[in-house]
């Protein structure tokens, strides 16, 4: 179990441009990444070192977002001036979670540009909508050459800290963690969500080769 990635809506600039924009900040690449059309959504990813990576994702025109909640969380955050919405962690045994917390997995597809298919599954969208503190939980198909982080240079750039409004411990019981886990890779700050709004990603610290970043 790893942070994955962490998603970011885009902004009123659009797609391409918030994706240049948070590239700048994190001395990264931007990769065009393709639509989900299961989804509703289009991607860009931002590599990053260790494995993770940065996805900016925009909502398309397109019934299936309006039905698809993945689509209708990117829609919300982006009509509010964009920014973080989600964040993923990989798992290696997805189906275990399923029968645990009682949620069947979504088959996510994606065609890249070169013509590569990824294949994932993933649970927890509904909880971009009810309980967004949570992240999503995902199993990726095929090898990790494919993975988003493994298809360009990633300059050094480390996801170092996710600033979250919530619960730590409902967070920890969802995934099916012990009270006392912390994390030895990345810094989890944790926010008092009743005093400070919805639940859910406030920030993202970076650590560059340019020094930390937060976002």
């Known amino acids: 179990m790893r942070v994955d990635h962490v998603g970011y809506a885009a902004g009123p600039e659009g797609l391409q441009a918030t994706a240049r924009r948070l590239a700048s900040l994190l001395g990264v690449r931007v990769v065009d990444g393709g639509p989900h059309p299961r989804f509703g959504t289009r991607n860009v990813v931002l590599p990053l070192s ?5 996805e900016v994702v925009e909502v398309l025109d397109h019934p299936v977002a309006e039905k698809a909640v993945f689509g ?7 009509e509010a001036g964009g920014g973080w919405f989600t964040w993923a962690v990989t798992v290696d045994d997805l189906a275990a979670y399923e029968q ?11 065609r890249r540009p070169d013509g590569v298919e990824l294949r994932w599954r993933q ?3 509904p909880g971009l909508r009810e309980d967004p503190q949570l992240p999503l939980l995902i199993e990726w ?8 982080s493994a298809i360009a240079l990633a300059g050094g750039t480390r996801l170092a800290g996710l600033t979250i409004a919530g619960d730590p411990d409902r967070v920890r019981t969802w995934m099916g963690l ?3 886990f912390v ?3 990345i810094a989890f700050t944790w926010l008092d969500a009743d005093s400070d709004g919805q ?3 406030r920030a993202v610290t970076f650590e560059t080769s340019r020094g930390v970043v937060q976002v």
């Open 199 to 201: 639940p859910g990603l």
């Open 141 to 148: 198909a095929g090898p990790l050459t494919q993975h988003p």
């Open 50 to 54: 260790e494995g993770a990576y940065v």
């Open 123 to 125: 649970i927890g969208a």
């Open 72 to 78: 209708q969380a990117v829609r919300t955050r982006s």
């Open 183 to 185: 994390s030895g890779r």
């Open 178 to 180: 012990p009270p006392e």
């Open 100 to 110: 645990r917390l009682g949620e069947a997995a979504e088959q996510g597809v994606r």
